[in-house]
């Protein structure tokens, strides 16, 4: 399941409205956090607070990763699968191995 690295691809079945709306709102905000810490290093702010920062903005992000690899497991390779193509399995793997 060789893909290019910039090839869009839509999902077969579509997100839920609440989870595109969770997914949204802790973008926005890991946005704005990290739209905060670019502040903060601009005017010079103490080391610790600003690590502290980037270490929300971090988790943020990371609780966005796990809500969509959830979502890709329930949908996408599970639909994957019941098609006949178990090479999805890789293709979960090595996304798995991103996140560690």
């Known amino acids: 399941m060789a893909r290019g690295c910039c090839e869009a691809r839509q999902k077969n079945t579509p997100r839920s ?8 709102r802790r973008l926005n905000r890991a946005i704005g956090q990290l739209n905060g810490v670019k502040a903060m290093v601009k005017d010079n702010r103490y080391c610790g607070d600003v690590l502290t920062q980037l270490a929300a903005a971090e988790s943020a992000v990371r609780r966005v990763s796990e809500l969509l690899l959830q979502e890709h ?22 996304l798995m191995r991103r996140f560690r």
Request: charged share 40%.
């Open 17 to 24: 409205a609440t989870l595109q709306a969770d997914v949204e």
């Open 73 to 94: 497991m329930r949908t996408c390779v599970v639909e994957e699968i019941r098609e006949g193509n178990d090479d999805v399995v890789d293709e979960v793997m090595d």
